[in-house]
């Protein structure tokens, strides 16, 4: 399989505890999206690598969130300190070349902040 | 603020009846537009996409949409659903200037019935 992959798929943790999640894009893509997605709501931008450069962040993505793609290949995307409204599912997306090109998404991971 | 408006949570239909889902977008010099479906405990995946050129486009699984410039709105439409169809549906744009993020719409639950 060939497409964009995460894990965990679920994560249960207690409030307070650090969490990280993995994202591995497609390999030629060099575009790479992190989304956060709450019940009953579309997914919302956190952040977009090119290549290893991380060029754009949300306001959504607050002190506690860092994210990094260190080669250019997978991502990673740590929650420090987590709080219950961390809770949602955390989608990474890739896509090649060009800004309007199709997004590819993994099938997430699912984050309960107990 | 940029933004794309789904006015419709949910929308029931029976199979083989007609179904439109609506899409609004904040008027833009530029702008690309997208659906994705999400089917239950499954990734998004992209049904169309408008870029330029023709306003009417046609997507997987019989999907197409129009791109209506002065309503600044990309609804989509199936002329015959099927049970299969059962799924939400998400509006998304990409504004110039930006990284390529995806603004999404909060998402339209199609429940097809037979």
């Known amino acids: 399989d060939t497409g964009v992959s995460q894990d965990p798929r679920h994560k249960i943790t207690k409030r307070g505890q650090n969490v990280t999640f993995r994202c591995d894009p497609i390999s030629e893509h060099n575009r790479l999206y992190w989304y956060r997605q709450t019940l009953g709501q579309g997914p919302e931008f956190l952040t977009y690598f090119q290549n290893e450069a991380q060029l754009e962040k949300s306001r959504l993505l607050s002190d506690r969130f860092s994210a990094e793609r260190p080669k250019g290949s997978f991502s990673t995307l740590e929650i420090q300190r987590t709080e219950q409204g961390d809770s949602a599912m955390y989608l990474c997306a890739s896509s090649p070349g060009q800004s309007y090109n199709e997004q590819f998404f993994g099938p997430g991971t699912r984050l309960t902040v107990l | 603020a940029q933004s794309v408006t789904q006015l419709d949570s949910q929308v029931p239909v029976f199979e083989e009846a007609p179904v439109e889902l609506r899409c609004n977008y904040s008027?833009?010099?530029?702008?690309?537009l997208f659906w994705y479906v999400q089917y239950p405990n499954q990734g998004l995946q992209l049904l169309l996409k408008?870029?330029?050129?023709?306003?009417l486009v046609k997507g997987i699984n019989g999907f197409e949409a129009e791109f209506n410039k002065s309503q600044t709105s990309f609804h989509l439409r199936k002329p015959s659903v099927h049970i299969s169809d059962t799924a939400e549906y998400f509006c998304a744009a990409v504004y110039g200037g930006s990284q390529g993020n995806l603004i999404f719409g909060k998402g339209t639950k199609l429940s097809v019935k037979p």
């Open positions: 408008y870029l330029s050129g023709s306003t």
């Open positions: 008027s833009s010099v530029s702008v690309y």
